[in-house]
């Protein structure tokens, strides 16, 4: 790799925020970002998970504060970002990857179930891209990648309605906010993994075995995600190099979205 390209990716005196940074996909993000030279405000609920990545961050030799905060409450946003307003005086980047769904069958499960997924996956998105996008605008430049889901543009069904739901309109705002902002600097993107191997997945294939091989059946690779897939594309999207992309649904699913519902991997 030349100096050249090496550049290209060089993220060095660039300031990001990371939700959900404790672990999974947030946490292997803020890894990368900080390795390609970023500095980061590292979101999330759990207080000793995030404190251990921003350790981890500071090896690197990089700056790495940390919040807790639920990204179901505007209010607490909005905190997070007069944070960041003193602690760095400026944002280049948004990773909104923290929040989680209620699973329920549509005829069962409840509004107020509905409700919180919505708020964890749509409005506490919303209002992060909003306030990034405020002083993004202002700067005129910036990037801002939100986590979503196959589940946006396919069903997966077994009581994933709300989480569905939610997914179609953090794939919908993103189009929307990069049509807004696109002419006055701010790119806004999705990634839309598959099924990435965390926590949460394992609890579910334990509990319920056949999933494995029901989910395995249709990624063509062959294998489940690993948060360190998002990275690579991450840092990309984080990049000056990327500078001509925005609104763009990027699939992280090892072919699931490629192949047909009758198609078949070899083994």
Not at 52 to 62: D, L, P, Q
Not at 80 to 89: A, M, N, S
Not at 196 to 216: H, Q, S, Y
Request: net charge neutral; proline share 3%; aromatic share 4%.
């Amino acid at each position: 790799m030349t100096s050249n390209t090496r550049n290209m990716f060089d993220l060095t005196g660039k300031v990001a925020l990371v939700s959900g940074a404790a672990q999974g996909m947030g946490r292997a993000m803020a890894m990368a970002l900080a390795e390609a030279g970023a500095n980061l405000l590292l979101v999330d609920r759990n207080e000793i998970g995030v404190a251990e990545t921003a350790s981890s961050i500071r090896e690197f030799g990089r700056r790495a504060e940390v919040a807790v905060a639920d990204v179901s409450k505007p209010a607490q946003i909005r905190e997070l970002f007069q944070k960041l307003d003193r602690e760095f005086g400026r944002i280049d980047f948004l990773g909104n990857v923290a929040g989680d769904a209620v699973l329920g069958s549509p005829e069962d499960i409840t509004l107020e179930e509905v409700e919180q997924t919505w708020r964890n996956l749509v409005l506490g998105r919303f209002c992060a891209c909003q306030e990034a996008g405020k002083r993004m605008l202002k700067a005129r430049r910036g990037s801002i990648v939100n986590i979503g889901s196959l589940a946006s543009i396919t069903a997966l069904g077994r009581g994933h309605i709300a989480y569905s739901m939610a997914m179609g309109a953090v794939v919908q705002m993103t189009r929307e906010l990069s049509t807004e902002w696109a002419s006055r600097g701010v790119r806004v993107n999705a990634i839309l993994p598959a099924q990435v191997m965390n926590p949460g997945l394992e609890k579910r294939i334990a509990d319920a075995p056949t999933l494995r091989d029901k989910f395995l059946s249709g990624i063509p690779a062959g294998r489940f995600g690993e948060p360190a897939d998002i990275q690579g594309l991450a840092v990309l999207l984080a990049s000056d190099s990327a500078s001509w992309i925005t609104g763009a649904l990027i699939p992280m699913d090892g072919g699931n979205l490629a192949m047909n519902a009758g198609g078949s991997r070899r083994a």
